[in-house]
């Protein structure tokens, strides 16, 4: 471990510094290019800094279309989505535990089977199963995936991690007499809290970028979410690119903000060898 | 305090046997240690006993009720693992409270049992602590008093002692033969190491391959086997064994019979058998003296011989234990 790390540290800091600017400098370049004149054209040569600097384009594009109200409308689903998402990934990953022998086999291989269809051949069925329970044009076909957990990989993986923590914390705690919820409650979830930020992160970012099911489920306009309007943006002024990119600075910041927030619990999550008493 | 007995109980996993008819009773207020090696059915005895397992057949009786069907809540007895099995995300006060609290006692009660408990382990002084900041010996503690916490009517030890190094184990080993005398509850402990075992126990329960091979005192378990692998598993170097004609060497013994005689009762000297030194081990104030015709003999280090010395080997008939050849049960010299 110490060789590893007096071989790699003089690497570690060039190495890190170059990742972050092949993410960052794309971001930085939206943000820059938001904050030229509207309508100018795309600058020959990468501008760091444009000149001079405005804010005309997010107006324009708060103006040309009701961003302030998808925002809020986008901000809706997630807070809907995320929280249920985690619960039901979770509890459904806790419960694969819990059942015995073979019944666990099949939960885990009609997860993986769940898991290999492709959205979009889900789409038709869905869209002919909400028609049919009358349920188009709101936004339940856009949380109600969440109540099977948003996808099956969210529920391997609680299951994954709650299968790495010693099975005789559980059963010390069956001899105590708690419940299987209980011990969802006081030692699973306290036990995966880094799995669980990073299942409602993945949730949030899947739900928060859904282009496809609202474009599908969603008629209504006062009823978009933030990805439809940026659609919106660009059909009503396809070469206006600084205002195109301040909507699309829009649509990225809390997403840019919310992993922010989640990478200081997994940075915070270490706490050294026998966590787990092993 | 209450008494612990298993009825012919049977457990199978698939095609694996791990109980195989058990009777056993660990009487009121004792400490039962039951000993085997590595895949006996230890544990699995252990757990059946805390309802962590169902059993086959037979039935489970903890004072006067049958457990066998009850869920391990409802037996009322404490199990410390092996691994401890504190929650890690929880202080020591909350680990030692965690049964308390789930049985929502009253904040009074779990406030004056938690330091009741914490007193007699000793683990007040870290009490706001969590488990990976505490010693392997530490945790040990805090497991203990969590288990004693509730007051339950027996324990169920899970090789407690065998993730500690060898110093702390043998200082846990006295403190839990201490706890044991001033609480007086029923103890039933598992663990495959046998001096842990003959130093510990009230009782000393032998298990091979699911079965009960003997239950006794330490003295008589070491003293009087019941047959050649209780010899043979208790004693450290193991019991040398004859078959007829080497030990002939010695004794005439009848046909169909094995000799087995302890180390310690191996003397070495200028007297009996001569036989030539091949090997010694000292280990602290013993020293074990292989010689060339199999046999091994324990003598106090500071008399031992030198390797290649010619020596004669000699033990008394009295000390010695006859063994059938094909059953392994013990017979009586004639």
């Keep these: 471990m110490r060789a590893g790390e007096r071989k790699w540290g003089g690497w570690r800091q060039p190495a890190a510094i170059a990742v972050a600017v092949a993410f960052l400098l794309p971001l930085w370049f939206m943000v820059s290019g938001s904050l030229r004149e509207p309508g100018l054209p795309p600058p020959r040569a990468p501008e760091l800094i444009p000149s001079p600097i405005s804010t005309a384009s997010y107006h324009e594009a708060f103006d040309l279309v009701d961003l302030a109200l998808y925002t809020v409308n986008s901000l809706i689903v997630v807070a809907l989505t995320v929280p249920l998402a985690v619960l039901v990934a979770s509890l459904a990953g806790f419960a694969m535990l819990l059942v015995a022998g073979r019944a666990r086999v099949v939960l885990v291989v009609f997860s993986f089977a769940a898991l290999m269809i492709p959205v979009t051949a889900l789409l038709v069925p869905r869209f002919t199963m909400f028609r049919w329970l009358g349920l188009i044009d709101t936004w339940v076909p856009l949380i109600a995936p969440a109540l099977l957990g948003l996808s099956p990989f969210y529920v391997l993986l609680f299951y994954w991690s709650f299968r790495r923590l010693p099975l005789e914390l559980f059963e010390a705690a069956r001899l105590e007499g708690m419940s299987p919820f209980g011990m969802w409650r006081r030692l699973g979830m306290p036990l995966v809290r880094p799995v669980t930020i990073a299942v409602a992160l993945l949730a949030f970012i899947a739900s928060w970028g859904n282009f496809l099911e609202p474009l599908v489920y969603l008629f209504d306009p006062d009823l978009y979410t933030l990805p439809l309007g940026l659609r919106s943006l660009e059909t009503l002024d396809r070469t206006n690119y600084p205002m195109l990119l301040a909507g699309a600075v829009v649509a990225t910041a809390p997403v840019v903000f919310a992993f922010m927030i989640a990478q200081r619990y997994f940075l915070h999550e270490d706490r050294g060898a026998g966590w787990l008493g092993r | ?334």
């Excluded at chain 2, 004792?30 to 397992?53: D, F």
């Excluded at chain 2, 929650?87 to 049992?113: C, D, M, W, Y």
Aim: charged share 30%; net charge neutral.
């Design chain 2, 1 to 334: 305090m209450s008494r612990i007995a298993l009825e012919g109980v049977r457990k199978r996993f698939g095609e694996t046997t791990a109980l195989d008819g058990v009777d056993l009773e660990a009487r009121d207020g004792e400490l039962l240690v039951v000993v085997g090696p590595s895949g006996c059915g230890k544990s699995t005895l252990l757990r059946c006993v805390a309802g962590l397992e169902a059993v086959d057949e037979g039935a489970i009786r903890i004072g006067d009720r049958d457990v066998t069907q009850l869920r391990p809540a409802a037996r009322n007895i404490s199990m410390v693992f092996q691994s401890y099995a504190l929650f890690p995300h929880l202080t020591v006060r909350e680990n030692i409270a965690f049964g308390l609290v789930v049985r929502e006692e009253s904040k009074q009660v779990v406030r004056e049992r938690v330091a009741e408990a914490s007193e007699l382990v000793g683990v007040v002084d870290f009490l706001e602590r969590r488990p990976y900041q505490l010693s392997g010996g530490e945790r040990q503690r805090v497991a203990l008093a969590r288990a004693l916490v509730r007051r339950p009517d027996a324990f169920l030890l899970d090789e407690p002692l065998s993730n500690l190094d060898a110093g702390t184990r043998v200082q846990m080993r006295t403190e839990l033969r201490r706890l044991h005398r001033e609480i007086g509850s029923t103890m039933v402990h598992v663990t495959h190491d046998q001096v842990e075992a003959l130093t510990l126990g009230d009782r000393i329960a032998v298990l091979d391959a699911g079965r009960v091979r003997q239950v006794g005192t330490p003295d008589e378990v070491y003293g009087r086997p019941n047959d050649r692998f209780v010899a043979g598993f208790l004693g450290s170097p193991a019991m040398n064994f004859f078959g007829r004609e080497a030990a002939r060497r010695f004794y005439e013994i009848p046909k169909g019979t094995v000799l087995g005689v302890r180390p310690e009762h191996v003397r070495i000297g200028t007297h009996g058998l001569r036989t030539r030194v091949d090997l010694v081990e000292v280990a602290g104030s013993d020293a074990y003296v292989h010689l060339d015709r199999g046999l091994v003999a324990r003598v106090p280090a500071h008399l031992r011989p030198d390797e290649g010395a010619n020596v004669g080997a000699a033990f008394d008939r009295g000390a010695a234990h006859l063994f059938d050849e094909a059953t392994g049960e013990r017979r009586e010299w004639q």
